[in-house]
């Protein structure tokens, strides 16, 4: 009777009975994870919470803090970026690589020998696909096989820096924590599955701590202050096992074991001011190390730091030879400045710089018994002094023997992920691949910021001699082989953790011109599988940040580039020196060379000398018939005047009554642009042109000779007028249509601006790129138009000159056509470069190495007397007329 009763009251009510059973799955499914959340080390109450919200507010403080303390600062890519900034892991707990990192195997038939194991990481088979050599691949895979075994990094390095009483991993007990006032606040990262006493306390010893403690099973906290003896509790407090020990006890609720990571407090050492009586002042080493081709700025620089009391040191960059070249005379003049034989390609964030420095560091020490130095100091062409260098030489007498650094200011966790140094690279095929993850190894504090250095004598030989048979050293350099950016740690780090650490002075005696929203564009993702920041050239309008300087002990500013500006120096040298006479010939003029016919490693720009080579034939047929073909090519320059672009000089040699003499000239690039005067924002477009090799940090293409090649890589540039008036943003979507020399249509691009018309100039220039045109393009002339809404806001005409340069040479008789052909392409050159190209002026050098027997054409000026000439007068880059006029000892005096 009931069971019937049961069924017959199931039947009519099931949906509820279904409904109530879904209710208590799911009041069991909740109630299941609640129970799993302190084994996870998440809060479950709002108490819990308050780590995450400790976590944030450090978070808050370390992105408002000043991220412009180190030099060229790897930025990270997004994924780094993303990641929870304390939360450091290992090996074990990395994402795996996304499925657009690479290939998932290693394509064998790719390589011309046989790898040395079978290679799991994605980034390392990705690397190994994109090399180009096969010496590249060998070593990246030798490396990555080395790596795999977990024989190539060390697991431990010593730490002989002093740490008083302070015990290693020694048990401080259990604690009461706070959740208003935190035992130690200096750090907190959470390790979900993975937290122990011996993980927690080399995290905290790696950021520099002096305390450990685990908490609440998965909750590590760090700082430099000892718990409070009121605070301690019994041992039976702090009973949660570790999420990644089981048999340890990490802390409890609100309760924390509290370590010692066996290091001392740490604190920079202050500086002096003043020398001590009768001392002798210190003599420095300025190590350069030199890039490009901005030979008269590098001569600038040596000029306006020479004495002969110090010594110069120059390394060129292996594939610089004009500079190295030009540069080699030096010795002849000067005993107290040498170039290095020995020469790295110093590829931006390449592990060669380090081994350039150390090798450099250890020549001087040996090799140079004569140089008596006390400091050496690093330096580029990027670099000026803002102090006289008495001023410098003071400053370091009255600190012999510390060592000059800049620490990153940050919280050591998130620089370390930033960095790059969780990650290997390998450097070969000047480029620095990307070949997985890594564990830095225990038992030492981790430091960086800065590659710009000033080091005591003691300190050199200790690194340079270490490498070779000290512990500490000797284990940095391998990891630092494989790092991204090594100078920027390794010298901070070997002082943190050696005898020296007590001569650390947290400052490189630099300024640098951080503008970040500007120059960290990934701009050197062409040669380091990283995205990297680099700090902009000074402008007058920094001027104040120059200024600020005169209170601080800082001696030198970064970065300038006459070529892009070159009055904020002399604006510059002017406030250290005073001013120059004001008869002082060509104080505002800049030269810069960019092509020679000596150097061998350079590929021939085709495009480039068929240009030159027309406007050579057009000016020798317009102006001196008198001269005949053929011309050779010695030198290209570029020319600037008060900041001005006044065109690219020629070097050539030509033929005049059988003999061969040399002149010069000036050609200068025309724009043909148009802009709509009807529409608001066309009459707001300043400039509108097409060129190649943007520079998004500095807003400039570096194609200043306006060259267009068909195997190059188009990009409007515009720039708009800026209104105080306006105030608001505007977006717009633009449209830019791309017709080839045929009128038609060969590419459209979209871009979508933010107009700020009241906002700084950077806001106003804005670039597009014609990604879908790829090379080599069609010769001729194209055309570029700007579009709004259907609307013609500009156009501009260019020209693309073909990449493959034209044969020069008068063919021989019996190749009539290819005459014929060949005479063709040079007159349509030559038309179609007379509508892009005006020719300025030219000048007589004359015969070169011997007795002229010519004599110099009526109407032709002599080029040393004329003021754009490369041959004209140009005393503030003379570096030679210091050999004779000492009293620029000083750093002081104009010559």
């Known amino acids: 009777m009931l069971q019937t009763l049961a069924l017959r009251w199931f039947r009519r009510y099931k949906v509820f009975f279904l409904i109530g059973l879904l209710i208590v799955g799911a009041q069991i499914f909740l109630a299941y994870k609640l129970l799993k959340i302190p084994v996870s080390g998440s809060g479950s109450n709002e108490e819990r919470d308050l780590s995450k919200r400790l976590y944030e507010k450090y978070v808050k403080k370390v992105a408002g803090s000043n991220l412009s303390a180190d030099d060229e600062d790897p930025a990270g890519n997004l994924a780094d970026q993303q990641q929870q900034q304390g939360n450091v892991r290992g090996k074990e707990d990395r994402e795996v690589p996304r499925k657009d990192q690479g290939r998932t195997y290693l394509n064998v038939n790719e390589l011309e020998f046989v790898p040395p194991c079978d290679i799991r990481s994605k980034e390392t088979i990705s690397a190994v696909h994109r090399a180009k050599s096969q010496s590249c691949k060998r070593q990246i895979l030798d490396i990555a096989c080395e790596i795999q075994k977990g ?42 599955t993975n937290n122990s006493p011996r993980r927690c306390i080399q995290l905290c010893l790696q950021s520099g701590f002096l305390y450990a403690g685990v908490q609440y099973s998965s909750e ?109 005379k030096l010795e002849q003049h000067f005993p107290n400045i040498r170039l290095s034989r020995n020469r790295w390609s110093t590829i931006w964030g390449g592990a060669s710089l380090l081994q350039m420095l150390l090798g450099s560091m250890e020549y001087l020490l040996k090799e140079t018994p004569s140089w008596r130095w006390d400091f050496v100091l690093n330096l580029s062409e990027s670099d000026f002094p803002v102090k006289a260098l008495d001023k410098l030489t003071n400053f370091l007498s009255a600190n012999r023997g510390k060592n000059f650094v800049r620490s990153h200011g940050r919280e050591v966790q998130r620089f370390i992920q930033k960095q790059g140094l969780d990650r290997t690279f390998v450097e070969c095929d000047n480029h620095m691949w990307r070949i997985g993850d890594r564990v830095l190894p225990s038992g030492i504090q981790i430091d960086g910021g800065s590659d710009w250095i000033c080091l005591s004598r003691q300190f050199a030989r200790y690194v340079t001699e270490g490498r070779y048979e000290d512990p500490l050293v000797s284990g940095l350099l391998i990891i630092f082989r494989q790092t991204i950016l090594p100078a920027e ?46 700090p902009n050239d000074f402008k007058p309008e920094d001027w104040a940040k120059l200024q600020g300087t005169e209170a601080k002990q800082f001696y030198f500013a970064r970065k300038f580039e006459p070529i892009i500006n070159q009055e904020v120096i002399l604006q510059l040298e002017e406030w250290v020196n005073g001013p120059y006479p004001a008869d002082y010939p060509n104080l505002h003029s800049y030269w810069q060379n960019f092509f020679h016919h ?186 570029a138009k700007l579009i709004h809404k ?97 009293y620029i000892e000083g750093g002081m005096g104009f010559m």
């Open 598 to 783: 000596e150097d061998k490693l350079v590929s021939v720009d085709g495009a480039l000398l068929n240009v030159v080579h027309s406007i050579l034939r057009i000016n020798a047929k317009s102006e001196f018939g008198q001269f005949q073909e053929p011309f050779r090519i010695r030198e290209l320059n570029h020319f600037l005047d008060h900041d001005r672009y006044r065109g690219f000089l020629i070097l050539y040699e030509a033929s005049i009554a059988d003999e061969t003499v040399l002149l010069e000239t000036r050609a200068q690039p025309t724009f043909s642009a148009q802009v709509s005067k009807s529409v608001a924002l066309g009459r707001r477009i300043t400039q509108l042109e097409v060129s190649t090799d943007f520079d998004q940090k500095e807003q400039v293409s570096r194609n200043f000779q306006r060259v267009i090649g068909t195997n190059a890589e188009l990009n409007l540039i515009f720039r708009l007028a800026g209104s105080r008036a306006e105030k608001n943003t505007t977006s717009y979507a633009l449209t830019i249509l791309w017709l080839d020399p045929k009128g038609e249509l060969a590419d459209t691009s979209e871009l979508n601006i933010e107009d700020t018309p009241s906002g700084p100039s950077e806001n106003l220039i804005h670039f597009s790129k014609a990604a879908n045109l790829k090379p080599p393009l069609l010769a001729g002339i194209w055309t």
């Open 220 to 328: 590590c906290f760090c700082g430099d202050e000892p718990p409070k003896a009121s605070a301690k509790l019994p041992d039976s407090s702090c009973n949660m096992k570790c999420s990644g020990d089981p048999k340890q006890a990490c802390g409890g609720y609100f309760t924390a074991n509290i370590y010692e990571t066996g290091i001392a407090k740490f604190t920079p050492q202050t500086t002096e001011v003043t020398t001590r009586a009768g001392e002798e002042p210190v003599r420095i080493v300025f190590l350069l190390t030199l890039n490009g081709r901005a030979l008269r700025q590098v001569n600038r620089l040596l000029k306006t730091l020479y004495s002969p009391r110090h010594y110069y040191f120059i390394h060129i960059d292996s594939r610089q030879e004009y500079l190295y070249r030009e540069l080699l």
């Open 790 to 886: 259907k609307v013609l806001l500009g156009v501009t005409r260019f020209l693309v000159v073909n990449s493959t340069l034209m044969g020069v040479d008068v063919p021989s008789a019996n190749e009539t056509t290819k005459e014929q052909q060949l005479q063709e392409q040079i007159d349509q050159l030559d038309r179609l470069v007379q509508q892009f190209f005006n020719f300025k002026e030219t000048c007589w050098v004359g015969k070169e190495g011997a007795e002229r027997r010519v004599a110099r054409p009526e109407g032709l000026e002599d080029c040393s007397k004329a003021n754009w000439s490369s041959f004209a007068s140009d005393p503030k880059s003379d570096i030679y007329a210091a050999a004779t006029n000492r």
């Open 151 to 192: 024989t190539f990094y060390p697991r431990k390095l010593p730490n002989f820096c002093p740490n008083g009483d302070y015990v290693p991993d020694r048990e401080l007990g259990c604690f009461q924590d706070e959740k208003n006032f935190r035992l130690l606040s200096g750090y907190y990262t959470n390790f979900k």
């Open 489 to 534: 740690s390794f010298f901070h780090t070997v002082l943190r953790n050696s005898e020296f650490c007590n001569t650390y002075v947290d400052n490189n005696l630099h300024v640098t011109n951080w503008k970040r929203r500007l120059g960290c564009k990934c701009q050197y993702k062409q040669i380091v599988d990283w995205c990297g920041c680099s």
